[in-house]
């Protein structure tokens, strides 16, 4: 079977499949919500770095493409600097409050299992690999997420950690300074800060690209909770 | 389980994602607006709350570097309003016409000259510059701690905020009383051993390594201890009044 499977809708099967539920409520609002604030950190936050758009200690900048190159205007939020910082810890009061209510539903509910990445599933993760290279012939077992979506959920909680901790480490890099020096000291955590954006927007584009490409489903899943696609849980 | 028929069919789910990303490239470069640019200037004061009550420290000190750390000169920024809008720096007066008034809510309103200044404790820090625009710059300052000069005009139980006024195309703007009387917060007439130029604020000006560049109001003229909390050039046009790092 070619690539082109995934694309074409198995209505017949489909349709004999009954809808699930899949997403509580909060995981929703919380998707939802964080996606809406996130673009906007990062709007807001192009916007400040136009205002001074290096790296490093002055005259001896670190290595980035985008050295002196500030983000073109339709990208950026707020306006000018003050406009910018405005926005930036505005939204990030939402953007850590839903991270955090996320978190604790997470813990709270038991749901944590079926998302955290852990050492046993390394393995799985191979042979889902394997499976996406046409190495291997059937579809591992999986529970509400294969090891790799683990690994990758996982890791896009801890990069949103690490953004807001590295926001904190330049916010505050006096009064914070044990954890600015946890990143190297306020220029390293700056650059830190900045390349978690490239990072988020990679990840977004690729997640949106599986879910339209791979799962459609999925997106109906996260918006009314109820999921009929053609990955039904194995548990 | 159940066969409950979902809320959104395939049309809606298409209108959602043409909709979404075109609202959102419409706002971009935006403010807020006459609607939300003051909630988002609110919400600046809570999070100036959050600066001086949660994260400000009185007694914690900021890093200081050897000699060597220094920024060379050049490569440390300067700027000025007067120097924004004629290309040239403020002219420091002659030093007998000089004189910083200290007033405001204190017992003893005073006069100080250079020499007076110059005789008072000093303190001589190297220290790190954060500018709100993302950059810094390592540089060594001398002056007198402004809790030194508090305690000369003894300031009433009334004054909760202190106000900076400069002969800069009237720059001025206004601290937390916790952060002015911080030990590192100091009037400062020498930088990298040397008298202020014209450029670092000539004779006198405010540094202090617990607050953005913006804060350390160069051209000196007065300082007022105040019950209302004064606004500020760049805080009047939207940016983080207390401006803490």
Request: hydrophobic fraction near 40%; charge should be positive; charged fraction near 20%.
């Amino acid at each position: 079977m070619g690539f082109g499977y995934y694309l074409v809708p198995d209505r017949r099967m489909a349709s004999a499949r009954p809808f699930v539920k899949r997403h509580h409520g909060l995981v929703r609002v919380a998707h939802w919500v964080n996606a809406i604030v996130l673009l906007g950190m990062i709007a807001s936050g192009l916007q400040i770095y136009a205002a001074f758009s290096h790296f490093g200690p002055r005259g001896t900048p670190y290595p980035n493409p985008f050295d002196g190159k500030p983000l073109p205007e339709w990208s950026r939020l707020g306006g000018w600097l003050a406009g910018g910082l405005n926005w930036h810890f505005a939204l990030a009061w939402p953007f850590v409050i839903t991270g955090l209510v996320y978190l604790g539903f997470l813990a709270l509910s038991g749901e944590w299992r079926s998302l955290l990445f852990r050492p046993r599933d390394i393995a799985p993760a191979v042979q889902m690999q394997l499976y996406y290279l046409r190495l291997r012939r059937t579809h591992p077992p999986q529970g509400k997420h294969n090891a790799l979506q683990k690994g990758a959920y996982t890791f896009i909680v801890l990069l949103g950690v690490i953004s807001v901790l590295s926001g904190f480490a330049i916010y505050k890099p006096v009064q914070l300074a044990w954890l600015t020096s946890l990143f190297g000291g306020y220029e390293l955590a700056r650059y830190w800060h900045f390349w978690a954006v490239w990072i988020f927007v990679g990840f977004t584009l690729v997640h949106v690209a599986l879910v339209f490409l791979v799962d459609p489903a999925s997106l109906r899943a996260m918006i009314t909770g109820w999921y009929r696609g053609r990955f039904p849980s194995h548990d | 389980m159940t066969d409950r028929t979902p809320g959104l069919t395939r049309r809606d789910l298409l209108r959602l994602g043409l909709v979404a990303p075109a609202s959102l490239i419409a706002a971009c470069g935006w403010d807020g607006g006459p609607v939300l640019e003051p909630r988002l200037r609110a919400i600046s004061r809570l999070n100036d709350w959050v600066g001086e009550k949660l994260f400000f420290s009185r007694t914690r000190l900021a890093r200081e570097y050897p000699i060597a750390a220094r920024t060379v000169d050049a490569r440390f920024p300067a700027y000025s309003i007067t120097r924004n809008r004629t290309g040239q720096y403020p002219t420091p007066p002659e030093r007998e016409e000089w004189a910083l008034d200290v007033g405001g809510l204190v017992r003893t309103p005073t006069r100080l000259t250079r020499t007076m200044i110059e005789q008072l404790p000093r303190v001589t820090y190297t220290v790190k510059h954060h500018c709100v625009e993302g950059w810094t710059a390592i540089g060594t300052w001398t002056g007198v701690p402004v809790s030194v000069v508090a305690d000369l005009v003894r300031p009433t139980p009334e004054a909760r905020y202190l106000r900076f006024d400069t002969f800069d195309s009237r720059y001025y703007n206004g601290w937390d009383l916790a952060s002015a009387m911080h030990p590192q917060t100091i009037l400062a007439y020498a930088y990298n051993d040397q008298p202020l130029g014209p450029e670092r604020g000539a004779p006198l000006r405010v540094y202090s390594p617990v607050k953005l560049g913006y804060k350390l109001t160069k051209y000196l003229t007065a300082m007022t201890f105040t019950r209302e909390r004064p606004g500020g050039y760049w805080e009047d046009q939207g940016y983080p009044w207390l401006g803490g790092v």
